[in-house]
């Protein structure tokens, strides 16, 4: 149990609600603006002064000006600056946790866990950079033979400047210090952060954190910069900027497939990766079906308030007597439980306005509501019934409501689930809980839930997404933009590099990673095929 008495007596109303450009911290000229408290609705002090066009351009060149040293420092150099992070958000630790919480109104105890996790994430990267391994060198010294081969050399290099879009849910594992800023750091390309307008006190004190950092490692100081403003134009504007060579977004569908366009558009467009929407549905066959899998349930569509990305929101079970008694079981469960404040009141009014989309629906019956808790913006988790058929008729079904609600879809059979599975758009996860009496089917779902998400699971529950080598955190489109890529795990850093062939180059012109005695010490797949 977290002890909440240090937090007390900190102060939340004394923070520089300055931007972060490079070395330098820059007021704004824009709109000016407050964090909201989440309970009350009501503004939170300082107020900060949005950016303008000539902080992101001031930004930008800061960040192209970095890239030209920074592409070729050292990993072990980029691994210390990802330590050095984490060192400083820690030093932080109580300040930083008191100004998320008056902000986010999310649990202490979560965001003691969610800035560990945030400063294991900088480590994790930092390990992975000291192996040496994101240059995926590959060597191949050709032939001169018969038939004469060049000699190849292959190695990833930096994109460019990265923007990050700071997300709501995360104010520290995917926001200002986080996954994807992390991931760009490590691959050698410069960040510049939008900061979510929903923390922007937490967004600029974690800034500061890293700004200190860049100083303390000798970095070039356009590596990092981080911008304040709640226009949308705002953002558009960053990532149409021609200094720019990539994004990573967390968000809603709505502003991912913008941001998107404006990508696109370009007259040089580039790489767009957003994590944007998924149900993360769930399918319970025979024994599976049962009421520990129901509290099971409950708990993880519930969890911070439904509002982690990979809250199941979905459910898929055989309308047989235990499939009866499962969804009984959940509905127990779900009056049982009581709102939580949810992120900002914007967002709690969505919810509402879901919630509403879905009972007016035809075919969709509420089984269960709890109850609202104690501020006006903590709405009921809810639960809601359909039939396979009415849920294949109606895509909007499938469209998440983000915060606790979720639909249970009664199936005749397997055949049934496959043809709702069907139905569905790309998803971030799916789950699937079975006893050992029901594998011949999970034969037949897998392959369908395979193509469906990034991540599967067997009777376990999605949310808590592990910072671990093998992880995945993404899948087909609309879970992220491009479902090649994760923003968790080791390969996130590729998202942010790009393959390079040197061909018949003398060794003095072949850059240091690449040359036979290897001064850096990287890891290569080395191959000489002499012929004949």
Wanted: include cysteine.
């Amino acid at each position: 149990m977290t002890d909440t008495s240090q937090y007390d007596a900190l102060p939340t109303d004394t923070i520089d609600p300055r931007q972060v450009i490079g070395g330098a911290r820059a007021s704004g000229t824009g709109q000016v603006f407050h964090a909201v408290s989440p309970w009350t609705g009501e503004a939170l002090e300082p107020a900060f002064t949005a950016g303008s066009s000539a902080d992101i351009d001031a930004a930008a060149q800061e960040a192209a000006q970095a890239f030209a040293s920074y592409r070729h420092t050292h990993p072990v150099d980029r691994a210390v600056l990802l330590e050095t992070i984490a060192e400083e958000l820690e030093a932080d630790r109580p300040t930083l946790v008191a100004r998320a919480h008056a902000e986010s109104a999310l649990p202490l105890a979560r965001l003691e866990g969610e800035l560990r996790r945030a400063t294991g994430q900088l480590r994790f990267f930092a390990d992975i950079l000291r192996d040496g391994w994101p240059f995926d060198v590959r060597v191949d010294t050709g032939s001169t033979g018969p038939t004469p081969r060049p000699d190849l050399r292959l190695m990833q290099v930096p994109l460019g400047p990265v923007v990050v879009f700071g997300a709501s849910n995360f104010p520290f594992a995917f926001s200002n210090a986080g996954g994807d800023t992390a991931a760009a750091l490590a691959a050698g390309c410069p960040v510049i952060v939008k900061c979510h307008e929903a923390h922007p006190g937490t967004a600029v004190l974690v800034s500061q954190a890293v700004q200190r950092a860049v100083a303390k490692t000798r970095m070039p100081e356009g590596v990092y910069s981080a911008l304040l403003s709640p226009a949308h134009e705002f953002g558009a504007e960053l990532v149409a900027h021609p200094n720019v060579s990539a994004v990573g977004f967390t968000g809603s569908r709505t502003g991912g497939l913008a941001l998107m366009k404006v990508a696109a558009a370009r007259p040089r467009p580039i790489p767009f990766f957003a994590e944007m929407s998924s149900v993360n549905p769930v399918v319970i066959l025979g024994d599976g079906a049962n009421a520990q899998t129901a509290q099971g349930f409950v708990a993880s569509f519930t969890l911070g308030a439904g509002q982690f990305c990979t809250n199941p929101g979905l459910l898929f079970v055989l309308d047989d007597a235990r499939g009866k008694e499962f969804v009984s079981a959940a509905a127990v469960g779900v009056a049982e439980q009581v709102g939580q404040t949810m992120l900002t009141p914007g967002i709690a009014r969505a919810f509402s306005a879901g919630v509403e989309r879905m009972l007016a629906r035809p075919g969709v019956t509420e089984r269960a509501s709890g109850t609202p808790g104690e501020s006006e913006f903590a709405p009921a988790p809810r639960l809601f019934e359909t039939t396979a058929g009415a849920f294949q008729a109606d895509p909007t079904m499938q469209e998440e409501i983000f915060g606790a609600a979720a639909l249970v879809v009664r199936c005749t059979d397997t055949a049934d689930i496959l043809a709702c599975l069907a139905h569905l758009e790309g998803q971030l996860t799916a789950t699937l809980h079975v006893t050992a009496a029901e594998h011949d089917a999970a034969r037949e779902i897998l392959p369908a839930l395979e193509l469906l998400a990034g991540r599967l699971i067997v009777n376990g529950w999605p949310t808590g997404v592990e910072v671990a080598e093998p992880m995945t955190h993404g899948g087909p489109f609309p879970a992220t933009s491009d479902g090649r890529s994760t923003s968790v795990g080791a390969l996130a850093i590729n998202r942010f590099l790009r393959q390079v062939t040197w061909q018949s180059f003398p060794a003095e012109l072949l850059p240091a990673q690449l040359t036979d005695d290897n001064p850096w010490n990287l890891p290569r797949r080395f191959v000489c095929r002499e012929t004949a």
